[in-house]
């Protein structure tokens, strides 16, 4: 049996992604909108309107709810959208220390 592996899943702010470059995105924010096909999610640094597939329940979702997206990045009329592969619960990350992680971890990449 044959299996295809996916392409790795990037880290992204919201901004930091470029359509013409990223195939699969991490990105971790809050529910702004909600559909019950799609949401819309901010990470501080931008927005983006996520589509999801039936197979991902988004019935306990609620707008202001912490979650992670990995995903397809598509191009779109505004820029691009992604396409749900997984939805996390994040409720309990705190954003303000992510935020700082990743700073710290940009800087560290600098250093070496």
């Known amino acids: 049996m044959d299996f295809q592996k996916r ?7 919201i901004a930091e992604i470029e359509p ?4 699969r995105v991490k990105i971790v924010g ?6 019950p096909d799609s949401f819309v999610l901010d990470d501080g640094a931008g927005t983006v309107h996520v589509t999801t597939d039936p197979e991902i329940n988004m019935e306990s979702m609620k707008v202001n709810d912490s979650v992670r997206v990995t995903g397809r990045v598509f191009a ?3 820029g691009f959208e992604l396409r749900a592969e997984s939805v996390q619960n994040a409720n309990g990350i705190d954003m303000g220390l992510l935020k700082r992680v990743r700073e710290l971890e940009k800087q560290a ?3 070496i």
């Open 20 to 23: 013409e470059k990223d195939i």
């Open 109 to 111: 990449v600098h250093l």
């Open 7 to 13: 392409l790795p899943a990037t880290e992204k702010v």
């Open 76 to 78: 779109s009329e505004n």
């Open 30 to 35: 809050k529910v702004v909108g909600l559909t």
